[in-house]
């Protein structure tokens, strides 16, 4: 069975740091493409971070700020956040689209950026 679990979560103060791993149960060569999106409350859910045939896409309030990679021998992938704001509070959501066809979802970890 295919799962994708999302793990590093938690409260930070403005300007901190976090990394967020996502482990999936299979291989993730077989993701493509794979990646992070957040829902904060009350928004609609936006892509955040995605590989894509190796090419590491983001949106444009994360740039310079945010670091997704991958670790194929642990088959997880992180993001790394830095220099995080309070507008980065949000669910954050593993995303990996499974042979190129089918989507799978993790959980979501909730990241918190308040003083």
């Known amino acids: 069975q295919v799962q994708l679990v999302e793990s590093g979560g938690g409260l930070v103060q403005p300007g901190g740091s976090l990394r967020l791993s996502c482990a999936a149960s299979v291989n993730i060569f077989s993701f493509n493409p794979m990646g992070w999106y957040r829902q904060a409350s009350g928004k609609e859910r936006e892509l955040v971070a995605v590989i894509r045939n190796s090419v590491r896409t983001y949106v444009d309030s994360v740039k310079e700020r945010f670091t997704i990679s991958r670790d194929n021998a642990k088959n997880t992938v992180y993001l790394q956040m830095n220099s995080l704001k309070p507008e980065d509070t949000a669910v954050y959501y593993c995303?990996?689209?499974?042979?190129?066809?089918?989507?799978?979802w993790g959980k979501g970890t909730l990241v918190t950026v308040s003083s």
């Open positions: 995303n990996g689209r499974h042979g190129g066809v089918t989507e799978y």
